[in-house]
């Protein structure tokens, strides 16, 4: 298990190389089963517990296999029949786009900014991430869990961002504590990578949730501070969204940077992707769209939002459930499986969309479709800076982790670069992005920016949100198959007010009586959280928290505060929603439709 210990600091230099004639030779030297039973483990890993199922078994596969052949009818069938209404739309925007000036891609800012002789002493000044960043990520858990416990792994990856804010752990099975730890203070660390999210546990098993500002130490990114709110409000005009200056989004890397280029009129671009996961979506999958399309208004820069349907067949890990899938939607094979997510990523684009990102700069792509070209480019370097190690490193996966999850932090990585995306930047390279995302997707990007360097691209920079509480409060579920832990941008406002009224966790006091003696607790109250992430008046939230903990605020006069904007917002989406239209689907993910990059002049003070 040495392997799995060396930091991504260390090569793999180090180990021997696996060739395949290594492998051969290694193999030849085994007791081999009978060809049928083959199971390919790395022979010093075999006194491990045997690999999970591959996620789709092929014996299901085969006695499905009534060799009939109808079923969803495939994507480019439907493509084809699309284009036809689709091209008319293209036409139409690029009408309208013929009419405006676009700069040549060269000429977005300056000859060539970034490539100056002091410019680049700068960036030689600032390479790659630094040895404390990566020692900084390794901190607590040198060996992920998952890699010590390949059987053990919890599968959050099928909860979304909002349920692994407070992971089920009746899924997990008992994790003993080991010999002599008892007395320790921690029984569990937290656990964060974009696949499990684990609060931590204390010595007396209470679970207590997640320590943000030790993941923020952990990741070596920084809180945001008041200053930098203050220097976005001075610069921008605006108040900083609620989402923003209340502390959802709570960390950043860079993000001076990105202020820095919006005060002297130089390019950016904001970069935010979604996993589909189910059709439809909740209020904590559309949160972080609400706040990009927010920001994409304030910035007015171009928005490319990535749709990895790839990543959600291939980093599945839960065989059982995707079987289940697999048998639900009746697939005959896995490309059925494919080509089901990329269809709910359609979906999901339509509810994005309708979060109100600019349509004149904003493109939207499934990996599924989009990926080949100057992108894929991008995809082989960037696959080839990472290696095995870092990946098992900083993600958590084992040998027995599929081949394609490890590449993925490549495709991931990716639209980071502006060349991905020549219809927007033609060839230029030195354009940086800011990602809004959720703490967990740090990873992904910390070594991106690692990689940036080393191929001379710009480092992005990162926003970093916390994970959204469910309606029961901070130590429950909200998930997309129960009804009750979560507001769905599909339900109505008799629907709202009953799930607030009869599921959100109150933070007020036992009884009527004892709310008034006692008062409440605002910052537990689910009620007052969803208000606080959209309601933009600080005098109104300050006086219902006030009168809450004075205990002269009511349990129902908060909740009823809180529908009357949970309301407003879902049906101001549903409005959208309803008017997206396949064609406007479409236009959205036109990879020949030209963004017009330029900045907005700076209206002169
Ligand atoms: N991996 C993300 C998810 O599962 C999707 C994603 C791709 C993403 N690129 C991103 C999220 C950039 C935030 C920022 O949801």
Same mark, same amino acid.
């Given at each position: 298990m040495a392997d799995n210990q060396s930091t991504p600091r260390q090569p793999s230099r180090r180990e021997p190389v696996l060739t395949p004639g290594g492998v051969a030779d290694q193999l030849s030297r085994l007791e081999l089963p009978a060809p049928s039973n083959l199971n390919l483990e790395i022979p010093n890993r075999s006194n491990l517990p045997p690999a999970p199922d591959s996620a789709i078994s092929t014996t299901s596969i085969r006695s499905n296999d009534t060799g009939d052949i109808s079923g969803p009818e495939p994507e480019y069938i439907t493509q084809a029949r699309n284009k036809n209404r689709s091209e008319s739309v293209s036409e139409q925007l690029s009408a309208q786009l013929s009419k405006m000036n676009f700069p040549q891609p060269e000429h977005i800012f300056g000859p060539n900014e970034g490539g100056s002789a002091a410019a680049k002493e700068r960036n030689a000044q600032n390479q790659g991430v630094s040895d404390a960043d990566w020692a900084r990520v390794q901190l607590d858990d040198e060996v992920p869990e998952a890699v010590k416990e390949p059987v053990r792994m919890t599968h959050s990856r099928n909860v979304s961002r909002v349920d692994a804010a407070t992971p089920s752990h009746a899924s997990l099975q008992?994790?003993?504590?080991p010999e002599g730890t008892?007395?320790?203070?921690?029984?569990?660390?937290?656990?964060i990578t974009p696949f499990d999210v684990e609060g931590g546990v204390d010595a007396d098993g209470k679970e207590t949730g997640i320590d943000y500002e030790k993941v923020v130490r952990r990741f070596g990114a920084t809180m945001i501070s008041p200053d930098l709110l203050e220097r976005f409000e001075k610069l921008t005009g605006h108040r900083p969204h609620p989402l923003?200056?209340?502390?959802?989004?709570?960390?950043?890397?860079?993000?001076?940077?990105?202020?820095?280029?919006?005060?002297?009129?130089?390019?950016?671009?904001?970069?935010?992707?979604?996993?589909?996961s189910s059709d439809s979506m909740h209020m904590g999958h559309l949160i972080p769209f609400m706040f990009t399309a927010w920001l994409q208004r304030v910035f007015n820069v171009p928005l490319v939002v990535q749709i990895t349907d790839d990543e959600k067949y291939l980093l599945e890990r839960d065989a059982k459930k995707q079987a289940a899938l697999q048998? +639900?939607?009746?697939? $005959? &094979? *896995?490309?059925n499986l494919l080509d089901h997510y990329h269809k709910m990523g359609q979906d999901n684009i339509k509810d994005i969309i309708a979060c109100g990102v600019l349509p004149e700069k904003t493109f939207i792509f499934s990996n599924?479709?989009?990926?080949?070209?100057?992108?894929y480019r991008n995809v082989v370097l960037m696959g080839k800076t990472l290696t095995v190690n870092n990946v098992k490193g900083v993600f958590g996966f084992s040998d027995s982790d599929n081949a394609g999850m490890f590449h993925f932090a490549a495709i991931q990585a990716t639209p980071s670069f502006s060349n991905s995306f020549p219809q927007i930047f033609g060839e230029r390279d030195d354009i940086p992005c800011l990602i809004p995302c959720a703490i967990d997707q740090d990873p992904y990007f910390l070594v991106t920016r690692d990689s940036?360097? +080393?191929?001379?691209? $710009? &480092? *992005?920079?990162?926003l970093h949100s916390k994970f959204l509480p469910a309606l029961q409060g901070a130590n429950t579920k909200m998930s997309a198959s129960n009804e009750n832990s979560a507001i769905f941008m599909t339900d109505d406002a008799k629907k709202i007010?009953?799930?607030?009224?009869?599921?959100?966790f109150s933070g007020g006091g036992a009884t009527q009586e004892e709310h008034q003696r006692l008062g409440g607790n605002p910052d537990i109250d689910v009620a007052y959280q969803y208000l606080s992430f959209f309601e933009d008046d600080d005098e109104k939230m300050k006086s219902l928290s006030d009168g809450y903990r004075a205990g002269t605020l009511s349990t129902s006069q908060m909740k009823e505060a809180c529908i009357a904007k949970i309301t407003a917002v879902v049906e101001e989406f549903q409005k959208n929603r309803a008017a997206v239209t396949d064609e406007i689907l479409h236009a959205y993910q036109d990879p020949t439709r030209k963004i017009d990059p330029r900045p907005v002049a700076k209206t002169q003070e």
């Open positions: 008992p994790s003993p504590i008892e007395t320790a203070a921690v029984a569990r660390e937290q656990k923003l200056r209340r502390g959802t989004f709570f960390s950043h890397r860079d993000f001076n940077l990105i202020l820095d280029r919006y005060e002297k009129g130089q390019p950016f671009y904001l970069y935010t992707g979604r996993g589909p048998k +639900k939607i009746k697939a $005959k &094979k *896995p490309l599924l479709s989009y990926v080949g070209g100057p992108f940036a360097d +080393k191929l001379g691209y $710009k &480092k *992005p920079c990162l007010a009953k799930k607030i009224k009869s599921h959100a």
